[in-house]
């Protein structure tokens, strides 16, 4: 059964950073693209930053050079750096796969963790 738990947010001032942790059950690390989410206030989800299996990382416009997504699969564990935070990264950020389709679109799993919550004040 796959399962994801997101945690490390909390509130900090612009400029700051915060790490996010997602533990993971039922998913083969080094053999899946994962991914971190997050959803704004009154947006919908959107895709942040992904880890290939080979370990290759992509990342949102709206975070290069400021987050750093990585992962530990021995603890079965993806992790989000993030530096640099603005008020536009306010969003509950969620972890989850990120696959590639055939007809070259991404899917997730159908299963959502709780999130976590990351607020950054001005």
């Known amino acids: 059964q796959v399962q994801f738990v997101e945690s490390g947010g909390g509130l900090v001032q612009g400029g700051g950073s915060l790490r996010l942790s997602c533990l993971t059950s039922g998913i083969t690390l080094r053999a899946t693209r994962m991914a971190w989410y997050r959803q704004g206030p009154g947006k919908q989800r959107e895709w942040v930053a992904a880890i290939a299996p080979g370990g290759v990382t992509t990342y949102a416009d709206s975070v290069k050079g400021r987050f750093t997504i990585s992962r530990d699969a021995a603890k079965n564990a993806v992790y989000l750096q993030m530096n640099s935070l603005e008020p536009e990264d306010t969003a509950v950020y969620y972890c989850?796969?990120?696959?590639?389709?055939?007809?070259?679109?991404?899917?997730?799993?159908?299963?959502w963790g709780q999130g976590t919550q990351v607020t950054i004040s001005s």
């Open positions: 989850n796969t990120r696959k590639r389709t055939a007809a070259g679109g991404y899917v997730t799993e159908d299963y």
